[in-house]
């Protein structure tokens, strides 16, 4: 089964927009090997609109634009596979993608076919354009049934942006992830914005089916389609977090081929990763709300997690109650935790939790829940 962890990869649209031919989708794959991200776990490398041409041809087939891809798209795919990693293309369940190309509505069997047939390993679909009177649940559906009609596995990743309260339906459509949001933008208010969206949604996504907050903005640092300011260090770092923390599925927006070392040694935080790929998905407990919220959450392994995340511009001194969980000192267990980003250790907790947490900053703590005597 796929999405049985959030799934990684990296997608052209934040970056590069219309911008893109074969080359950049080559160059992102050797950077995602030669950096260490695929041995981290990025796999996808998708292709986002803007690939086809404005007509489709006499047999009804999308065609790939010939002066963006003068081998096709098979090719492509085959050197995507060539170097370990998957292939993902975009369409849109309306009649034209939201930038203007010819897209699924009524063609859904035709192109999924198409996509097998050239060895893609995952669709992101869009909702532009889609008649009014039809609904998120049957298109989606339908492209769900026709990618699995073609007999090759194929990551159906759902995009709608949250509309029709899509967490309650899109599971039952065979999609393995789905965005929640709208479009991001690299600057903290909107990494903000979407992240506090989803938090008390979070119990609908899990194994098979991920609330996908969008693409990463982590170390665009202002350049690209989604430019919108940039972040500091410390903000990125917080957003990857809160990705993280969500279990959002992990696309990289950026462009590798610019991106600072300490930006890409960010989105190969082994901690964070983990907390990301855990395998029991769990929702988090929502211990504290707004713009400074706490969470906890159960991992594998009987461990667990307590985050910290102050989205204000000033710093603050923040506190988890463990009675907020049902955890009293008299239960006689406490919590032995670390914090995941400096190793420092808490020693036994048994009451709260107390941290002093940098403006735009996080800290998350993990480890074990011990008996004391
Ligand atoms: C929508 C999606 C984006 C991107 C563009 C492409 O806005 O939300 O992620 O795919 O379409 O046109």
Same mark, same amino acid.
């Given at each position: 089964m796929l999405s049985m962890t959030p799934p990684m990869g990296w997608n052209s649209?934040?970056?590069f927009g219309r911008n893109i031919d074969e080359a950049l989708f080559r160059q992102m794959a050797d950077l995602i090997v030669e950096k260490g991200l695929k041995d981290v776990g990025y796999e996808y490398v998708v292709i986002d609109d803007c690939? @086809?041409?404005k007509q489709r041809d006499e047999n009804g087939k999308l065609v790939a634009d010939p002066a963006k891809f003068p081998n096709g798209i098979k090719a492509l795919a085959d050197y995507i596979h060539s170097k370990g990693l998957k292939f993902g293309m975009y369409s849109c @369940?309306?009649?034209?993608?939201?930038?203007?190309y010819p897209s699924s509505f009524g063609y859904e069997f035709v192109d999924a076919q198409t996509f097998a047939d050239w060895g893609v390993d995952f669709l992101k679909y869009d909702f532009c354009?889609?008649?009014?009177?039809?609904?998120g649940p049957i298109l989606y559906n339908r492209m769900g049934m026709a990618l699995k009609a073609t007999g090759r596995e194929i990551l159906f990743s759902a995009c709608n942006w949250g509309e029709f309260e899509t967490e309650k339906w899109i599971r039952s459509t065979g999609a393995h992830m789905y965005r929640s949001t709208y479009d991001i933008r690299d600057n903290f208010d909107s990494i903000k914005s979407l992240a506090l969206s989803q938090v008390d949604k979070l119990a609908y996504s899990g194994i098979g089916c991920f609330n996908d907050i969008d693409m990463l903005v982590t170390g665009m640092r202002n350049k690209g389609l989604a430019a919108g300011g940039g972040c500091t260090d410390v903000q990125y770092a917080t957003h990857f977090a809160l990705w993280c923390f969500f279990q959002s599925p992990l696309m990289i927006g950026g462009n590798l081929s610019i991106m600072t070392d300490d930006d890409i040694e960010l989105l190969k935080n082994k901690e964070l990763l983990a907390i990301n790929q855990d395998k029991e998905a769990r929702p988090p407990v929502v211990l504290a709300g707004g713009d400074r919220p706490i969470f906890f959450k159960h991992l594998d392994n009987g461990e667990y997690a307590i985050a910290f995340f102050n989205l204000t511009d000033g710093e603050a001194t923040m506190y988890a109650e463990f009675f907020d969980i049902g955890i009293t000192p008299e239960c006689g267990h406490g919590f032995e935790l670390r914090d995941i980003m400096t190793g420092e250790e808490t020693g036994f907790v048994k009451d709260y939790l107390g941290t002093k947490v940098e403006p735009f900053g996080f800290k998350i703590f993990r480890g074990k829940f011990v008996k004391k005597n």
């Open positions: 649209w934040n970056t690939w @086809a041409l @369940a309306g009649s034209r993608t939201c930038d203007g354009f889609r008649p009014k009177l039809t609904n």
